[in-house]
């Protein structure tokens, strides 16, 4: 038997029944004769209540202060869970991320993790311990206290699992799986059995907000096997994600997401000469803004238009820097749409098959929805579409790739034994 | 200008608008050219609520656990009160009890401290910083978090000024001072303006709770100047609390105090033989329950009663050892009582002047009160009263030794320039 990394999310923690429900999982694994790590998030509301204190102290705290802050959050689950595993007669001990020696740039309030310690987690498994881990923090090399944002202790889980080369990460949440899409949307939507890290990577970069892509990446990089399942249905397997090149068969299209966080900014009449894209956004890029779905057309007075997507957290930075670059270029106007949403067909199978990108956009056609913009990437096609008709583009995809049907996406084989 | 080390009680970092309140102490003491370290408590009521957490998870959490629980509270007040010194344009920087190194015994619940690094501390107030650091909470060389129970944070804040050689640690409360006994009982009572570190251990000892003995202890050692003011009205400059030595005249009497958590115990019968009395307070002692004013009578059998009483707290522990003892000697009855206070007068001028014993005794004797119990120390006697005469017998000593009147104590010359 291996070791066995589980993660809990702040629902799944959220009060004293919930924090035995989740020991209850957590001994189960152990008594399969496991070595367990657990790692926990802020129990419910608490982050948002810290944050709201620190709003009441001052309009824009300073960063470094928040991760201290914010830390408390998780270390306060750490104990509560620790006490809950002991209460059933485990071993159990926490640690927060200092104590782990989760080590993390110097970066506050979005840390990237650069190592983990594993002295202490395998003297303390040695020893019979289940170990409970702070998620969503870590420490500088100095000792400063770092949080490492969205998503973060999904992170945390997948890097110690990495770490400590665990069989299996499992993700505990309020939800039973992977979906097609939103549940809420198309309400008998197929749950996946199995996707790979791929196609969960752009159902999360396109809005599919089971796993932080942060998550996944990790995993993929280290190819940890992620479980993404129920803490309140534990006989559910939920959904298991894993390498593309471990899977026998996969779906043309696994995955329907809509992003209705994006903006659309064009910049019209800039001069075509060589380099304005490339100052453009690079300048984006320096302030960490991401963009998405570029279009540059070359209009009939020999100027350049450039649109694209941002994200709408990173709109009022963005459009600092594009208003510099359109004086800088003599540019003309900027022309901004917020009525927008990006809605995304994700599947490793596409590769192989083609004319799926035609029936993509025929469904979207047969409903009178029209397409503002495309991208594509290997495995993912996005269309740009007004907000209101986003909905209705998610319903027609799932019928149109048969997402909807009750029967489970046909598995040669058994699953992978992890 | 020197170093001034600050503590702020839970009650002093309440909420936003309060804990502004203290950035505003902390300021005003940093623009008068001092460098300025902050200990601080966590808010209000915060550690209430983390053991009601706890005994939600289980009625018997570990200890361990809870230390790493408790001890989020102050990073919870440290982060926050940074963020409002920062928001009035002061540079200042958190530091929880492992960042600073505050090392501790390996105890969780109670630890002492037994080392204070001061680099880290020293690096952040040559670069201009305020220093807010977390009380209560320590660290072992192991790096296990600790705390230091009862009075933890006064503690915290005169080692950290005795680490540094402060001139001075202030511990600003809810109340204006020290005074002679408590206001509630004697509304007309005197505020001290100074009273010695022995008189001040005495009247903790005895159940004036504005400071911990710990911190006092700790003052007194390292001869570290303490002044106890109202964080509501810093123009007050409440009590200064110094050696003896340093002190040019002092009252025979500074306060009064009754301690009513104290019961007695009476074991009857016991062999009159060496060693009875030290078997019985070894064990009691080896359970670290403190006992206080032992009587011992020879009975006419020519066997021993032993008297003397215990905190309400170490009761149920000290019954089972005494139990013990009571079968291992085949001792008689164990007889206790619940219904008792102890009454203590408390001044380091008792000692030149003859006759403060007397006039207490008549003083009680006048009004009746019956005095079940004598002890007396140095700058102390204290008398054991029924509980029901234990708040008349405060009100005849503090008139008996003049403890009401308007005037204030007289001291010959200025205060210590501290």
């Known amino acids: 038997m291996g070791i066995i990394v589980q993660k809990f999310g702040g629902t799944s923690v ?72 002991q209460s059933h007669g485990y071993k159990a001990i926490s640690m927060n991320g200092q104590q782990v020696g989760i080590i993390t740039e110097n970066i ?25 881990v702070a998620g969503f923090q870590g420490v500088t090399p100095e000792g400063e206290i770092t949080t490492l944002g969205r998503g973060g202790s999904d992170t945390s889980a997948v890097a110690i699992a990495a ?33 790979s890290y791929e196609e969960m990577l752009e159902l999360a970069r396109v809005g599919a907000n089971v796993l932080h892509p942060r998550s996944v990446e990790t995993a993929k990089q280290f190819n940890v096997p992620l479980r993404v399942r129920s803490s309140f249905k534990l006989d559910n397997l939920g959904t298991l994600i894993i390498g593309v090149d471990n899977m026998e068969i996969y779906k043309p299209v696994a995955g329907v997401a809509a992003d209705s966080s994006q903006i659309r900014i064009l910049l019209s009449e800039l001069p075509d000469i060589p380099g304005t894209a490339a100052k453009l956004f690079g300048a984006l890029a320096k302030n960490n803004i991401s963009v998405d779905m570029i279009i540059q057309s070359l209009a009939s007075n020999n100027t350049n238009s450039i649109a694209f997507t ?109």
């Open 163 to 195: 770490a400590l080369k665990a069989e299996r990460c499992d993700i505990y949440t309020d939800v039973e799986g992977v979906y097609a899409t939103d549940p809420r949307i198309v309400p008998n939507i197929q749950k996946s059995d199995i996707i």
């Open 310 to 418: 941002v994200n709408e957290e990173d709109y009022p930075s963005a459009i600092e820097i594009i208003n510099e670059v359109k004086k800088e270029f003599n540019a003309g106007e900027i022309l901004t749409d917020k009525d927008i949403s990006k809605v995304s067909i994700v599947g490793a199978g596409m590769v192989d098959r083609p004319g799926i990108a035609a029936d993509m956009f025929r469904a979207l056609a047969d409903n009178n929805i029209n397409i503002k913009m495309i991208s594509t990437s290997e495995i993912k096609i996005s269309c740009l579409v007004e907000k209101e008709n986003a909905n209705k583009a998610i319903k027609a995809l799932c019928k149109e790739f048969n997402l909807e049907s009750q029967e489970k996406a046909v598995v040669k084989g058994d699953l992978p034994n992890v």
């Open 14 to 85: 959220a009060d004293a029944q919930k924090i035995h429900n989740a020991a209850n999982a957590v001994i189960r694994e152990k008594e399969k004769g496991n070595d367990v790590v657990v790692v926990v998030s802020a129990m419910g509301h608490t982050t948002d209540y810290l944050i709201k204190l620190a709003k009441e102290v001052t309009p824009s705290p300073n960063s470094r202060e928040m991760d201290m802050l914010l830390s408390t959050g998780e270390q306060v689950s750490i104990a509560l869970l620790s006490m809950a595993i």
């Open 108 to 132: 506050h309030s979005k840390a990237r993790i650069v190592d983990i310690k594993t002295e202490k987690l395998k003297k303390y498994l040695n020893e019979g311990n289940i170990i409970v």
